[in-house]
């Protein structure tokens, strides 16, 4: 009988509007407060601006605009989590970055088949942990390369 090894893998858990969310830890470089957002013109409305991050300048995504919900002042558990991407950096504006979670492969199931989500196609599937339901997120679905196009609008 063969031996069937489940592997875990680590998420950081953030919260929009009270639904918690998940991206891998391996393409987390950082969870940061959130700070001055120097404003580009030009880009799309969900795309902030840019920050200088430790001499890096990083294109900020408001998270809750990507996903056509309603915009709220930032607070105190505002956080920035900066993720590399496509060989390049991106701050997600997040409403809280809860923790760090182990998820079994296993616990994994498929984007459900729902109707009326607005985040729907930015899902790739959902983990039941416990009484938690975690969304976990696409990134390349949420970060389209052409749609935050930063080099032609600072350059030029």
Do not use: C, W
Not at 29 to 35: A, H, L, P, R, Y
Request: charged residues 30%; proline residues 4%.
């Amino acid at each position: 009988m063969a031996e069937t090894l489940t592997e875990d893998i680590k998420f950081i858990v953030f919260q929009l509007k009270e639904k918690e969310y998940a991206i891998p830890v391996n393409k987390v470089n950082s969870i940061e407060k959130i700070e001055h957002i120097t404003r580009v013109p030009g880009l799309t409305p969900y795309v902030k601006g840019v920050i200088n991050l430790r001499g890096v300048v990083t294109p900020i995504i408001d998270l809750r605009l990507r996903f056509g919900l309603e915009e709220i002042k930032y607070t105190e558990s505002t956080r920035v989590i900066i993720i590399s991407f496509d060989d390049m950096e991106v701050g997600l504006i997040v409403d809280a970055a809860n923790d760090v979670i182990d998820v079994n492969m296993n616990s994994i199931e498929p984007q459900p088949e729902v109707v009326g989500v607005a985040e729907a196609e930015y899902i790739s599937g959902v983990a039941k942990i416990d009484k938690r339901l975690l969304i976990l997120l696409d990134l390349e679905k949420i970060l389209n390369r052409d749609e935050i196009r930063l080099d032609s609008k600072i350059e030029g």
